[in-house]
């Protein structure tokens, strides 16, 4: 899995069209969640175009990894990283929140190709990675699971019910990531109710934990390796991230958790973004 | 005929159908006992899995397992099932209309000495109004045992309603249960009784009573609450009466439902035997059923009421 010079250039290159579309998808939409989805783009990136298994041509295929966003307002992130990866096409992106589209506010799984479980109320996801990786065991399959939670995620109850269940079936063939970026909606996660040190607390859980640089490639690949590389329990990475990654305005700010930005904004996102 | 608690039948049958269906798997909220799955998780042991006290956390795995082909079965009570767990139920399952089995025990007031905290008089409300759940009540044993068949094989998210206190065995081995089909057990043309779950028994033995004062009232049994079998009520407004009987809240359960097939398509004067919108209390099963109107003589009552 170790990853290359080249391979770094061009995952830099896919994050940086990923995050030109969530700035585009979001100011279109005139809603949506830039800030968070900024945040865990590089951990989005790096899973779909250096680490999973999967088939965009066969989004069903049942030998392919899973990928579950539970920290589910971050679909324009998501959608991003599908439509480059070749799910569906680019120009579909500009359907994000419109009515009848394919790319619902927070992801459908039975609406949108590549989308492993429909998320979008905060806490439910790693229950469901949980029983995905249950299955790939009883199967005797070899996918992977992966999920994405949120920071301010951890304070919903049913985080730690299954990060308990996870450890307790030794679910190694499971990997979360917290996008830590330090900010929810009414403010800094730790001013709101904090959950750190949110390593101890998944190591008292049972859970092998790495940190890394969320939006350093090979620090994600990094840990990606050592957690398939751990057997008999679950690893948590805690990606140390930045809300709104890559659009200087939006970074660390908390308003831009859940505001679009105008055109006249996005523009301006754009060009810090580059081409 | 032997009473035979209906958590029992589905105990029974989810241990036969595991040999069958292989992609059965059980989850379980250390109930195990109290639900029945202990007989599957002694035959499977290696596709049961007990998630402990976390209900939130049972549904979510189930849905997870269910998005891989594997048909999750979990129990837990009733009233943790639904409400505890009520959320995931409606965005980890319902919504992507996944292949989840709820299928809960200890349903109703018959818990008996448990008290409030543990009837569930509000689950079939819950369910009810979540778009792709089908809703299952079975009236006894045999009829239990074809339900959990039936779930099984019906793709897609089914509420299973069971109780913990042994009913009277109806139906016999020549009974066949059709999803979604109601149920005429006796035909009359005065009142019709329309009862679902444990209460079947009592309408059928309100009718009994009813014969006698020169009242003929036709019977039927609604096991599957959603979708509703809106032939067989339309049919039944034919006798110019309805009664509804069921162990649960006269609010959103099976009164309801017949009630809103009747207001648009066929009004005809009704009475809805059920728990009137109180909390229950402890006490043995049948003190209850009599202290919150759920006796055969209720159902006459409310018919006769309607006669007048």
Redesign the interface.
């Known amino acids: 899995m170790a990853i290359t010079r080249e391979k770094v250039e061009e995952l830099t290159a896919v994050a940086r069209k990923v995050r030109r579309h969530i700035i585009d998808m979001t100011a279109e939409a005139g809603s949506g969640h830039p800030g968070g989805s900024l945040s865990c783009t590089d951990i989005l990136v790096a899973l779909y175009f250096h680490v999973m298994k999967v088939d965009p041509k066969d989004p069903d295929w ?1 030998e392919r990894d ?1 990928l ?1 966003l539970s920290k589910g307002h971050a679909a324009p992130a998501l959608y991003a990283v599908l439509a480059e990866k070749g799910y569906f096409p680019v120009e579909e992106l500009l359907t994000l929140r419109k009515i009848d589209s394919r790319l619902q506010g927070h992801p ?3 609406k949108t190709p590549g989308v ?3 998320t ?2 905060l ?14 065991k ?2 005797g399959k070899d996918y992977r699971v992966y999920a994405v939670l949120g920071d301010g995620e951890l304070q919903e ?2 985080v730690w ?2 990060a ?2 996870a450890s ?2 030794k679910l190694d063939n499971l990997t979360a990531f917290v996008d830590h970026n330090g900010l929810q909606i009414d403010g800094p996660i730790a001013e709101v109710m904090s959950p750190e040190i949110i390593q101890d607390k998944f190591r008292a859980f049972g859970w092998n934990v790495i940190d890394v640089d969320g939006h350093d490639f090979e620090d994600i690949i990094r840990g990606i390796e050592e957690a398939v590389n751990t057997k008999g329990r679950p690893t948590v990475i805690v990606a140390k991230t930045v809300k709104g990654k890559g659009v200087p305005f939006m970074e660390n700010q908390v308003d831009w958790h859940g505001k679009a930005p105008s055109r006249q904004q996005a523009e301006e996102a754009l060009k810090a973004l580059g081409e | 005929m032997p009473k035979i608690a209906t958590r029992e039948a589905y105990g029974e049958a989810l241990a036969e159908l595991g040999e069958e269906i292989k992609d059965i ?1 059980v989850l379980d909220a250390d109930l195990s006992k109290s639900t029945k799955t202990s007989v599957f998780a002694k035959k499977f042991p ?2 049961f ?1 007990n ?2 006290i ?1 209900e ?2 049972l ?12 048909i ?1 079965f979990a129990s837990t009570f009733a009233v943790f099932a639904t409400g505890r767990a009520f ?2 139920i409606r ?2 399952i319902c ?3 996944l292949n989840v089995k709820i299928a809960a025990s200890h349903a109703g007031i018959t818990v008996g000495e448990d008290g409030a905290t543990h009837q569930s008089i509000e689950d079939i409300a819950i369910m009810r109004s979540l778009p792709n759940m089908t809703i299952i009540n079975p009236a006894d044993a045999v009829e239990a045992k074809q339900a959990v068949r039936a779930a099984a094989l019906h793709k897609g998210p089914v509420y299973l309603r069971l109780g913990r206190h042994p009913v009277e065995t109806i139906f016999d081995e020549h009974y066949k249960f059709e999803p979604g089909k109601g149920v005429i057990l006796r035909d009359g043309k005065d009142v019709a009784l329309i009862a679902t779950g444990i209460m079947v028994a009592e309408a059928l033995k309100a009718a009994e009573i009813l014969a006698k004062g020169g009242i003929n009232a036709m019977v039927i049994n609604i096991h599957t609450i959603k979708p509703i079998d809106k032939e067989i009520i339309l049919q039944a407004a034919e006798c110019g009466a309805i009664v509804t009987a069921e162990e649960h809240s006269i609010i959103g359960g099976l009164g309801s439902a017949v009630a809103e097939v009747l207001v648009e398509e066929k009004p005809v004067p009704m009475k809805r035997i059920g728990i009137r919108d109180v909390f229950g209390q402890s006490g043995k099963p049948e003190e209850l059923l009599k202290a919150y109107g759920l006796t055969a003589e209720d159902i006459a009552e409310a018919a006769r009421s309607l006669r007048r």
């Open positions: 049942p899973r579950v459908d799984m039975k492993d479980m429909t979008g109320s806490g439910q996801g790693l229950s469901a990675a949980n029983g995905m990786a249950i299955a790939a009883l199967d109850g049913q019910e299954a308990m269940a307790h079936y | 798997v290696e596709r899995f998630m402990g976390a939130q956390n549904m979510g795995t189930a849905a997870g397992l269910a998005t891989c082909g594997k999750p959320e995931q965005n980890s919504y992507p209309n």
